[in-house]
């Protein structure tokens, strides 16, 4: 018999899936330059010539079993090592290799974290608008997804809802700053306040809340914006990065779980992801792709693309009367829709060859996400396209 809350699923299609295959057949109808794709957050710039020179050098340097063999169940140790000490350089922490676990991607990442902190019937709490992706990781190890929502007015946390929704419960706290999908950057201020919440409310409960920081991110934050690294800011915080967005390489599936060292049993949790990985299957990512990135740490693609995309669209929205949040980085733009119903608005946008994302699923009903990593010749065409869509409708 098959299990019916898989069977479910199934008629829970991803909303953006849905609408990029749609993206995808209607480019087979008119060309798919001509159509403005604005669904997948799937990284347009090229990686970087370090990184596929690194891999041919590998492929034609190393042994067979070096590059295409397993690697050890917590990863290869001199790829953690090097890890750790970019960080450290970058950040002013003190981790070592024994406080990094190599994993298949920042979800890779987040399904070990997440089992590493809760038991089934346990609560974690996220921010809207969040990546709704967040309830399949969540809520298929057990634990409850709790969403508090959003803070409209500048996509920072709303502070006075968490802090009626925070209980005994509440084992961890899910953040990603940069945001998928607003592209907000949560401020210094912000941490810092979320951080005196955890120490005071672990101590009231008697137990631990920790933070797991989803950072895919990281590394694209624009001129003038600052983007504190979140580890400094709570001992028992608990990183998950991928090298999908930084280097252009989502298809590789290659990032790592960092434990904050000041973290209370920071190396056990460590070992304890090796464990996890024999009951869900996330263990050993490919040995190639963790060498080539440990000699690429301090390398991204051309990032500069994005926050160029991120102008035109940000300058064109708001001339056109839409309220938005500006972006601090990530490759999103998340508008407010001009009716109350923003499935109906993305409706309307797709006789315009307009393929936006509603906001839904991500917490945020009345708004729409862009993902404007495509290449900025088709941004600047679009922008005709979303003149017209506004000016014959609204």
């Known amino acids: ?96 290799a024994d406080h990094i676990f190599m994993a298949s991607g920042a979800a890779g990442a987040l399904a070990h974290a997440f089992r590493l902190v809760t038991q089934p019937g346990d609560e974690v709490i996220t921010f809207a ?39 005994e419960k509440t084992m961890a706290v899910l953040i990603n700053t940069p945001n998928n999908p607003s592209g907000v950057v949560y401020s210094s201020k912000t941490l810092e306040r979320l951080a005196q919440i955890l120490t005071d409310k672990s101590k009231e409960y008697g137990h ?56 209370e049993d920071a190396k056990k949790m460590v070992v304890m992801c090796g464990q996890i990985s024999r009951g869900i299957g996330h263990n050993c990512p490919a040995s190639l792709s963790q060498l080539a990135v440990a000699e690429n740490l301090d390398v991204t693609a051309d990032i500069s693309v994005y926050e160029t995309n991120k102008n035109l669209l940000y300058r064109e929205l708001k001339e056109l009367g839409f309220t938005c949040v500006e972006p601090g980085g990530t490759f999103y733009i998340f508008p407010k829709a001009l009716e109350e119903d923003a499935k109906v608005f993305c409706e309307k946008a797709l006789k315009y060859d307009l393929v936006l994302v509603p906001a839904d699923s991500f917490g945020c009903p009345g708004y729409f996400r862009m993902s404007y990593c495509i290449d900025t010749e088709k941004v600047e065409r679009s922008l005709e396209a979303i003149r017209k869509f506004v000016k014959e409708n609204y």
Request: glycine share 4%; net charge negative.
């Open 1 to 96: 018999m098959l299990v019916q809350k898989y069977v479910d699923m199934l008629s829970q299609k991803s909303v953006i899936r849905t609408l990029s295959e749609f993206a995808t057949a209607r480019g087979k109808e008119i060309g798919y330059e001509n159509v403005f794709d604005y669904t997948l957050g799937n990284p347009s710039v090229p990686v970087p010539d370090s990184v596929n020179e690194t891999m041919i050098q590998l492929l034609r340097t190393k042994s067979s079993m070096e590059v295409h063999g397993y690697s050890p169940s917590l990863g290869i140790t001199s790829v953690r090592e090097k890890i750790a000490a970019s960080l450290n350089k970058r950040f002013d922490m003190n981790y070592t």
């Open 129 to 167: 608008p969040f990546f709704p992706e967040y309830h399949p990781y969540v809520d298929l190890t057990g634990a409850v997804l709790k969403v508090v929502p959003a803070n409209v007015e500048d996509f920072q946390i709303n502070f006075e809802a968490f802090t009626e929704m925070i209980n």
């Open 208 to 263: 631990i809340i920790y933070l797991i920081s989803d950072e895919p991110y990281r590394e694209i934050v624009f001129t003038g914006v600052e983007s504190p690294y979140v580890s400094k800011y709570y001992a028992n915080t608990i990183s998950c990065y991928s090298f999908s967005k930084s280097l252009s390489l989502p298809g590789e599936r290659i990032g790592y779980v960092a434990v904050n060292p000041a973290c």
